[in-house]
């Protein structure tokens, strides 16, 4: 059985940016009604006992999977981007990304600049990403609920959600705003320096 993760923070420790009330919804109503219909869809079936990400391989691209997996991939998902949030966050990344940083875009300012423009430029709902891929860091989008990890070897190191459940209710259209207050003030470069060791580097 699937289970929802705690957030690794209090409803309100992200304000100003992300309110109480937008967090308390995301995560109580969007995130949790994502894991029950993952529940309720592999009840029953060989991927009962399978953990998300197992899930989410064995179902991309099956056209008989495809609710299966929008629900599966969109409750991985909202778990890895609260983790990719800390009240703590924002600024410029841990110095494990140095080189690395260096290498693939020439200094931070770059890559936040790649960032925004994927976050605001996606058209609907989707999803921004970091990742590290081929040992360069990556800044792609993805629609709807697909994770990085189904197309290639993309590592997933940070996420922001561009889905409108997750800012309306703060910046309602204004969607450059909100990615611009979680890029400079929440992003979890702690987090993303995790991953990226994971990654290899």
Not at 106 to 119: I, K, M, Q
Request: glycine content about 8%.
């Amino acid at each position: 059985m699937i289970t929802l993760p705690a957030l690794p923070y209090a409803y309100d420790a992200l304000e100003p940016c992300v309110s109480r009330r937008t967090l308390t919804l995301h995560h109580k109503k969007h995130h949790a009604a994502y894991v029950d219909k993952t529940n309720e869809l592999i009840d029953g079936t060989a991927l009962a006992d399978a953990d998300l990400e197992t899930i989410i391989r064995q179902t991309y691209g099956d056209e008989d999977q495809t609710k299966l997996f929008n629900q599966a991939a969109q409750a991985w998902s909202h778990a890895f981007y609260w983790q990719s949030l800390s009240p703590d966050g924002g600024g410029k990344p841990h110095a494990a990304f140095d080189s690395v940083l260096a290498d693939s875009f020439g200094g931070f300012d770059v890559l936040r600049e790649a960032l925004v423009e994927s976050a605001v430029g996606h058209f609907g709902s989707g999803w921004a990403w970091v990742t590290l891929e081929g040992g360069a860091l990556k800044v792609r989008d993805t629609h709807d609920a697909v994770p990085p990890f189904c197309e290639g070897d993309a590592v997933p190191l940070l996420c922001i959600d561009v889905w409108e459940h997750a800012y309306y209710l703060d910046y309602q259209n204004v969607r450059p705003d909100y990615v611009k207050a979680v890029i400079d003030e929440l992003l979890n470069w702690e987090f993303a320096a995790a991953n990226l060791r994971a990654g290899g580097r």
